[in-house]
């Protein structure tokens, strides 16, 4: 039972152009969203998180936004860059536990 | 600060083996995690130790899977025997609390049963 979702498998942009992942969630008990990064034989490095009282987060190029009502969230990259082709993970937490989206390989092209 | 230490990086075995995976987490940190990421369940949490205490192992796969934490800096992955579906890549993860804190992954282990 997949609890967090990410329905795109993969997304290709050009360099300098904003991508726009989204992620989307059941469990009305998550209250606090990540995005991960992974690049190939790495773990997922922690990108930029927001807490269910928010519904934007900005940390330099990566905006994530969450619409609670819509169990929503989405994480912007502006400009997108060729060092930012990797695999996104969404992920949700309800207290310790953390659950994954199945990932989004982004292509950053030049 | 050195991250989070898994070893070893790559593993073949043969069916019915034991196989033991490693893990250093982050000095400080107090909660521990073990992951596997396969291609069909994607990333799923097999047990969460906290204070080096198992809080939960609700998603360990079956009893064929121990995993221990004997002090602050050291927690095992046991597999005994192995099975050839029990082929994934391994992650162990830290974070200072266990609640709403970013997790810090090592690089896994890649398992391969044969």
């Known amino acids: 039972d997949q609890q967090v979702k990410q329905n795109s498998p993969s997304l290709s942009v050009q360099e300098g152009r904003i991508s726009i992942l989204n992620c989307d969630y059941t469990?009305?008990?998550?209250?606090?969203f990540l995005w991960y990064k992974k690049y190939p034989a790495e773990g997922p490095t922690f990108l930029i998180s927001?807490?269910?009282?928010?519904d934007k987060n900005e940390d330099g190029r990566f905006t994530v936004f969450l619409n609670k009502s819509a169990k929503h969230l989405s994480l912007h990259i502006v400009p997108s860059q060729p060092g930012d082709s990797a695999v996104y993970f969404c992920a949700a937490s309800a207290d310790y536990k953390l659950s994954f989206g199945a990932g989004t390989t982004v292509t950053v092209r030049a | 600060d050195a991250g989070v230490i898994q070893s070893p990086r790559h593993e073949v075995t043969e069916m019915g083996q034991e196989v033991t995976l490693r893990c250093k987490p982050i000095?400080?940190?107090?909660?521990l995690f073990w992951y596997r990421q396969t291609m069909m369940r994607g990333l799923e949490l097999l047990i969460y130790?906290?204070?080096?205490?198992?809080?939960?192992d609700s998603g360990m796969p079956e009893d064929r899977f121990s995993a221990k934490m004997p002090n602050a800096s050291f927690s095992t992955l046991k597999i005994q025997p192995s099975e050839p579906r029990d082929s994934a890549v391994y992650f162990c993860a830290s974070s200072p609390q266990g609640l709403n804190s970013p997790l810090h992954f090592g690089n896994g282990t890649r398992l391969t049963v044969t």
């Open positions: 000095s400080g940190h107090n909660s």
């Open positions: 130790f906290n204070n080096n205490v198992p809080i939960d």
């Open positions: 469990n009305s008990m998550f209250d606090y």
């Open positions: 927001i807490s269910s009282i928010k």
